[in-house]
């Protein structure tokens, strides 16, 4: 039987994991979007409706809820952790990727009591970071250190920035400006946003740097690791830049007195960045992703490691960024509706990385779609 799916968000995520839904017509998805624009590029497709609503308004959401049995979240992250609790509160099960700051285990109890399985951060990072880690504390012995690096970057290098952003505007600069949490000796620490550049040579692509950001989210409480790490990895000299304009207050979120308006200054370097960092229609992006981890199996110490070096699909025109997050997240759909995972709450994916079947489940389905980890 059909199953109707509603996709929150028409950015190149969202459209990403709305085609992919639909392509075999074992789903009718329906896209919710304010922009005409983002909405129009899904016009005429097979299987699929597309409804222009205010997603910031709750019920508009609940409004493009309606007749849905699935909901998948990609809106903005300061909308995500309010719009996640409108379709719990809905009463619909959820996949999400929203990169929000709030802690989305508030919401745990009432997911359990309405019955909805909440998977929440079903990306690449975090989402394929966390299924790895989860994997590795169910079948090691002990999980003694995990290190997980991604990043998103363009094919054609363009001077000063060598980077363009392949998701939300707003999200891409709580990369640079939210503290970054990873575990120390067993201790969860805050360290600030940009610090500790290291360079890291990735195969295939050279040497690229790599500095700490706040990616680790439910892993920190929901693995026990003494050494954890989730870093943002970019071309070289990419995040001196960035901490120039943190360091003159150009990252602020502090409104500031400009000709008698009230102005953060966060809000207009995004605004003049991003018009410098929109890709152009056709334009190749790449996503690099590792882990690292060490460990204890039956008495031996224990290593693994992951690499994947996925590449801008031509024949469709989906970036890197949008087929690794959105096949993510697209495959956590099909494992709720495939009946093999179901339980009501907040799960991160880390849990479903605990279960055998589930592991594997999400594996296969990126392979399926050209996205393929490496182990070495």
Known sequence: MTQHVTVLGAGRVGRAM?????????????????????????????????????????????????????????????MGYRTLATIVDAGVDVVDITFFEQDAFGLDAAAKAKGVSAVIDAGVAPGLTNLLAGHLDATWDSLDRFVCGVGGLPVVRTLPWEYKAAFSPVDVLEIYTRPARVVAAGQITARPALEGVESYEFPGVGTVEAFASDGLRTLLTTVRCPEMRELTLRYPGHAARLRALSEAGFLSHEPIDVGGARVAPVDFTGRLLFLLWQYAPGEEDLTLFFVEAEGSLDGAPVAARWTMLDRYDRPTATSSMARTTGYTATAALRLLASGRFSRPGIVPPEWLGREEACFRFLVDQLAQRGVRLERH
């Open 18 to 78: 709305a085609l992919d839904l639909a392509r075999d017509g074992e789903f009718e998805v329906r896209v919710a979007d304010a922009s005409e624009e983002a909405l129009a590029a899904l016009a005429g497709v097979p299987h699929v409706s597309t409804l222009r609503a205010d997603l910031a308004d709750g019920g508009e959401v609940r409004r493009a809820l309606a007749g849905a049995q699935y909901a998948l979240g990609a809106v903005p992250g300061f």
